[in-house]
């Protein structure tokens, strides 16, 4: 990551934010979804999308025929949000009440990916994140199918996160008020996999080995 610009310079709460390539990297790697917002000429737009990690890009990938494609492959400036929520934090006063989370922000504009190769290995690094695994088990795409997807990066370089752990922070005439205060925590907890009826052969090892997982990565 670049040094902070002006616009990803974190402005309130600046003691919470992270310009760290391992702090951003974690944060996109820990989720499954972004938010693309954008204008189109006429109206602004956020857009929630399936993303993942390869190196210094993070992608996302579509039909060539969707809007969100089409603007996105034309190089139209954008941000990038995710945010992951780690709890609530319950203080003694209303207005001291918080939420433990990391979040990052990234700005600049897709470009699409080019080479056949190059997008059938990024395909096989998203169904690695999606489950360890499936990318030897699941029918790679057909020629058809890659012709009518577009696969878009957008570099790491224009980002920020933010981060804010702990308990609340209570105002010292607050302290002895006979009200509970501390941390809700929140977790992505792996679920019992359910099997489609036409799925009739025996479930690989990173299905089985799902629901024992420990919650999802923080």
């Given amino acids: 990551m670049s040094p902070p610009s002006a616009r990803t310079r974190v402005k309130r709460l600046a003691e919470l934010a992270r310009y760290d390539a391992a702090t951003l990297h974690a944060i996109v790697d820990a989720s499954y979804l972004c938010h693309i917002a954008f204008h189109d000429g006429s109206s602004s ?6 993303c993942w990690r390869d190196g210094e890009r993070l ?3 579509g039909s060539n025929g969707g809007r969100l494609v089409k603007l996105l492959g034309s190089g139209r400036q954008v941000s990038v949000a995710i945010t992951l929520m780690d709890g609530l934090v319950l203080a003694k006063s209303a207005f001291n009440h918080s939420m433990n989370y ?8 897709f ?3 080019a080479g056949e190769a190059e997008k059938r290995r990024l395909m096989d690094v998203f ?11 699941a029918r790679p795409g057909n020629d058809k199918e890659f012709a009518a997807t577009t696969l878009l990066a957008l570099p790491l370089n224009e980002a920020a996160a933010k981060v804010r752990t702990g308990g609340p922070q209570d105002d010292a005439e607050d302290l002895d008020l006979p009200v509970w205060a501390g941390v809700l925590p ?3 907890q792996p ?4 099997a489609a009826p036409h799925s009739t052969v025996p479930a690989p090892a990173y299905v089985t080995g799902w629901h024992g997982r420990s919650p999802l990565p923080r």
């Fill in 186 to 188: 929140l977790l992505l």
């Fill in 111 to 113: 470009e699409a990916v």
């Fill in 127 to 137: 169904m690695h994140k999606i489950a360890p695994g499936r990318e030897h088990d």
């Fill in 191 to 194: 679920q019992a996999p359910v």
């Fill in 45 to 50: 737009h956020c857009i929630p999308t399936a």
């Fill in 102 to 109: 990391r979040s990052a922000v990234i700005y600049g504009s």
């Fill in 59 to 61: 992608y996302v990938h």
